[in-house]
């Protein structure tokens, strides 16, 4: 009898270290600085990038059977995705009302919070969202495709800054996952319950310009289809008149147009956005298109008397100064044939 006592004891210690040891992030993983994890939960997966976007679901429609996206925010900026497993008797209605608590704490405006359960919650998740099921390893993040009695919880909200609104969307989904195992070289299926979240976030901020010259083909295309091209390669500093030395590539290219075609001539044409006053932008919109103007007189020998400069300042934006990216967008050259 003692010998079966201890040899089942050491059996449920082997399996309590397996689940212990499984039980941690994956390297290199960590919580987002301003929104952190439902307590107890461990990172399974995570994706960084510096500049992508993402859809924030606003707004869903169902009929009971099924469900799908009615509408939904693209926003941009840096991006953060992470999957989190937790243990099985979390429920995700405990989730995602400590993540709202959290969010509305903190300021956040919440935009939507939806439930859906079993088909609605399946034909919802692999239809929609498209979340890849699997991890590296072959262990599911959010449920396999056997799941059922499903239960899926949505939440969105946007925190909005001066300097760049924060989008966050939390989605929390339980029901039985069904794996595929190999035991000692007897394969089969282990069907289980499970209770994962993902957390999407997306700090908003405009695409950084200059990473990218403007082909001079591209210049002459638009000038010869539209009698005008935008240009965002030639940068300044926040206020000043004096091109940068990163701008040499596009400056480059617009003397390759001038140089290709001798009888062309150009105004350009300095734009700003509509932080500060009317006179303030339309004299540095001035001053830096004639900086532009010598610069290619002086260091790429164009002809001073096939440039015009003037600069209008706000008065002729491309798009809303109401976010960072559309700012960005208007401060611009423009080349626009005489």
Known sequence: MNKIVIFLFCIFSVQLFAQEADWKDIEGSSDHQMISRFKGSVITRQTLKDYDSFDFVTKIKTDGISANVADSKREEGRYFKTFYKVKSTTSPLEITKSYENELKRKGFKILLKQELEDNCAFMFLYANLKYNAQNEDGKALIG??????????????????????????????SGDNTEFVNNNGVYGYRTGPFSNYVLDIVECKPLETGKVTVAAASIAKDIEKDSHSSVYGILFDTGKAEVKPESAETLSEISKVLNGNQKLKLFVVGHTDNEGTYEYNLDLSKKRAESVVTELVSKYKIDQVRLVSQGVGQTCPITSNKTEDGKARNRRVELVEQ
Do not use: T
């Open 144 to 173: 396999g495709i056997g799941a059922k009695e499903k239960k899926l919880i949505l939440i969105s909200g946007v925190l909005e800054r001066k300097d760049g609104d924060v989008f966050v969307s939390v989605m929390a989904i």
